[in-house]
């Protein structure tokens, strides 16, 4: 009798779900707590904590039932063969269209756009609601539904550009990788990693945003001289127009080698003095010096390897194809079957990362306070938390798994934590 691979995949996913949704009700509980935590008590004013717990509480209220609508439609795709019918309506659709159905690659893309037009239907309501209700409700949307539905198109046109070829070759590489599938396979997907890391925001993050040269003046002038300080090479300093979809804030720099290149969001400098974005600037440059995308990205790599690794192993199992419904092996199909076997390990491999990540933020805190932006680094986090009306109450279990930056409670902690003194 083959092993139950479909049906103990779903298991793993209800586990996980129970599991999360267990968190998501101790967060709930917090979020619904009537005070501020003591150590935001005269920091954070009241007005601000009743506008962030009410945002917060509506987007929790969101979370619980997108989730569940997540799991059951998920779970019906998996336990009810959804998949399988997909891929044979895919290839009746071909014949149909006169398109020869044999071909593996072809009948991968006619499938891809199935599943990717259901995706749309399906996720469209959720989407909507939380950009057009939560959002607008709290003061945060800035977009038009006219706005909403070109990033959409975009978005839409975009993928149907950049993922046949990359779906091709990936496809062509299964195939004639022999024993070396792996490397080869995860050799391509670094290569397409770090096209897109370079094209990205030159080619199509302007699709979506205007990008304007930071004006002379004294917030440049600061930027540009931490910059030349810690011998970052700056190229270009950047203003995103961010305040046409959303009044959320951020930053955020990009670039190889000597070609780097900082972009602020207009918010961000609306909402934060000048001393403040500089040391938001020097959290960021922090992360830089300190290697730290570096070594998330080598870490993402690494485990990019052993997925492709593990991918190889299984890839000619036909009980495992058979269990979730499928005759024949197609490359793409095997792949994401693949993803829904290791999802009790993807979830681990998330929470170290997130353990990582927070200890890389509470370093690039230390490295600007060392730099002498203590006090302002202070002020612009805690402004940022009021602006971006982000969860003053949080709960430790919920914030230690899902997290991927510390509490405010907890930077502020560290940033007002006298230096240790060296003998």
């Not at 779903?10 to 996980?16: E, I, K, L, R, T």
């Not at 804030?249 to 780097?260: D, E, I, P, V």
């Not at 792949?335 to 200890?359: C, D, E, G, K, Y």
Request: net charge neutral; proline share 5%; glycine share 4%.
């Amino acid at each position: 009798m083959a092993f139950p691979y479909m049906e103990t995949v779903v298991g793993f996913m209800v586990v996980v779900y129970i599991f999360e949704t267990y968190l998501d009700i101790r967060q709930h509980a917090a979020l619904k707590l009537p005070s501020l935590p003591k150590p935001l008590v005269g920091v954070i004013s009241q007005e601000k904590f009743e506008k962030a717990r009410a945002y917060s509480l509506d987007k929790s209220y969101f979370h619980f039932v997108h989730e569940l609508v997540t799991i059951l439609m998920d779970s019906v795709m998996l336990y009810f063969g959804v998949l399988p019918w997909f891929w044979k309506k895919s290839e009746e659709f071909l014949v149909y269209v006169g398109v020869d159905a044999e071909n593996e690659i072809f009948h991968t893309f006619a499938f891809l756009a199935g599943v990717m037009l259901w995706s749309q239907i399906t996720d469209l309501p959720f989407s909507l609601y939380s950009t057009f209700a939560i959002e607008a409700r709290h003061g945060f949307n800035k977009q038009t539904i006219w706005l909403f539905f070109r990033d959409m198109i975009k978005g839409i046109l975009l993928s149907i550009v950049i993922g046949p070829p990359i779906v091709a070759a990936i496809i062509i590489i299964v195939q004639k990788g022999g024993p070396y599938l792996a490397i080869y396979l995860w050799a391509f997907m670094l290569v397409v990693s770090l096209v897109m890391m370079t094209l990205y925001p030159v080619l199509i993050a302007p699709l979506f945003n205007k990008f304007t040269p930071l004006p002379d003046g004294e917030l440049r002038t600061k930027i540009e001289n931490l910059a030349s300080s810690l011998k970052f090479p700056l190229k270009k300093l950047f203003v995103i127009d961010g305040s046409t979809r959303s009044s959320h804030s951020n930053a955020y720099m990009y670039g190889f080698f000597k070609n780097k290149r900082i972009v602020l969001y207009d918010t961000l400098i609306q909402q934060c003095k000048k001393d403040e974005v500089v040391a938001v600037i020097a959290h960021e440059l922090g992360h830089w010096k300190l290697n730290h995308t570096m070594h998330s990205f080598s870490a993402v790599q690494t485990l990019s390897l052993l997925q492709f690794g593990g991918f190889t192993l299984v890839k000619n199992s036909k009980d495992l194809y058979q269990s979730f419904g499928f005759d024949t092996q197609p490359v793409l199909i095997g792949l994401i079957i693949f993803q829904h076997t290791v999802i009790p390990l993807q979830h681990i491999v998330s929470f170290l990362l997130n353990l990582v990540s927070r200890a890389f933020e509470f370093q690039a805190d230390a490295f600007a306070k060392k730099l002498g932006y203590a006090a302002p680094l202070r002020a612009g986090l805690i402004k940022l938390q009021e602006e971006n009306l982000s969860a003053m109450n949080t709960d430790p279990w919920y914030s230690a798994y899902h997290y991927s930056h510390p509490p405010l409670v907890e930077r502020l902690a560290a940033i007002d934590e006298p230096d240790k003194k060296t003998e």
